[in-house]
């Protein structure tokens, strides 16, 4: 699996969820059980091409790294998601936080401002 990361070295941050990134926002996505699921994850995915294929539609995760590790049953649950999709995953990791960072390695760096 694939997954971006903010620098070079994989940080237990790399691998906080949105819920954990923004209580701010815990109301709403209490409210709408779909989308509470999905933030308790984190965006993995299944080839490299469609790590940078992301990467190239969203200007933001240009700016990113991207790092590649075995995500396998005991690291928690991964499901397709969307579920017509079949490059985009999402990880709900077991919580052993620091853990997932010797898990993944760096790839690659960032893409070049153009």
């Not at 923004?22 to 994850?41: D, I, L, T």
């Not at 998601?81 to 960032?110: C, K, M």
């Amino acid at each position: 699996m694939f997954r971006f990361l903010r620098r070079r070295e994989p940080a237990a941050s790399d691998f906080d969820d949105h819920w954990t990134i923004y209580p701010q926002h815990r109301a709403a996505w209490h409210a709408n059980r779909e989308k509470h699921c999905s933030v308790c994850g984190l965006s993995v995915y299944r080839t490299l091409e469609a790590a940078k294929k992301k990467r190239d539609i969203l200007p933001p995760l240009r700016k990113m790294h991207i790092a590649s590790g075995t995500v396998t049953e005991p690291c928690g649950l991964i499901a397709p998601t969307p579920r017509d999709q079949n490059d985009h995953y999402t990880w709900w990791p077991l919580p052993s936080g620091a853990h997932w960072i010797s898990v993944f390695q760096w790839l690659e760096g960032p893409v070049a401002a153009t």
